[in-house]
């Protein structure tokens, strides 16, 4: 990761006005396209989507690379199942641990060849038929483009075309987009259908804001 992701600072912002019912959209995502399974969170942050599968009495844990990360939500949270360890090493758990693997807002943070490794472990740790979801900014997302300028904490941007790409070479298959298109017509909700049905029918990566999918481990 790049410098500054990780710090206490960096959680601070970027958690302040979040709790867990922010990551319910994504638990519930979880819920209607996976199996009943362990959960595993990597890149956790302060593991608020930990909280949230906890608060639900599901089979959940979390693990991050910022010490201080773990330490905010342990005492947000008491017995929050949340772990320090770096994703670039081999991930501490046994083959087939998990029934669903997790990556909300964190593959862009990772250097090429560390996002290569931790999607390799992603499959290694997960049950056949397991479902892994990442969520990521795209390329053309005007938001980042800005950041980036500013000097944001990027490691790759990737395309949706991109992202599909690394995760079939982690040996992944029936990848499905879940892309939000950029707001090129306005925010109105006729433009939003428009631009969501020429994400749909052209799949141009020019067209998405994000580069978010999930796939299945055969």
Not at 82 to 99: H, K, N, P
Not at 164 to 186: C, I, K, Q, T, W
Request: charged share 20%.
């Amino acid at each position: 990761m790049h410098e500054g992701v990780g710090s206490r600072a960096y959680f601070e912002q970027l958690y302040a006005s979040r709790t867990w019912e922010y990551y319910r959209p994504v638990l519930a995502h979880i819920m209607a396209n996976s199996a009943p399974g362990p959960i595993l969170d990597l890149g956790a942050g302060t593991g608020l989507l930990v909280e949230a599968a906890m608060r639900w009495g599901l089979d959940c844990q979390g693990i991050d690379g910022s010490r201080d990360a773990v330490e905010m939500g342990q005492k947000r949270f008491p017995g929050l199942r949340l772990s320090q360890q770096y994703l670039g090493e081999r991930l501490q758990f046994s083959d087939a641990s998990f029934q669903t693997v997790l990556l909300h807002q964190v593959v862009a943070h990772l250097e090429p060849e560390v996002a290569c490794s931790v999607l390799a472990e992603a499959s290694r740790i997960m049950r056949r038929g397991g479902l892994l979801l990442i969520f990521s900014p795209g390329r053309s997302n005007e938001d980042v483009r800005r950041d980036t300028l500013a000097g944001g904490a990027w490691a790759k941007i990737y395309a949706p075309s991109e992202m599909r790409s690394l995760v079939m070479a982690a040996g992944f298959e029936n990848v499905v987009h879940l892309d939000a298109p950029r707001e090129l017509l306005g925010r109105s909700i006729v433009a939003s259908a428009a631009m969501r049905a020429a994400l749909r029918l052209t799949r141009w990566d020019w067209l998405s804001a994000t580069a978010n999918c999930q796939a299945s481990k055969p």
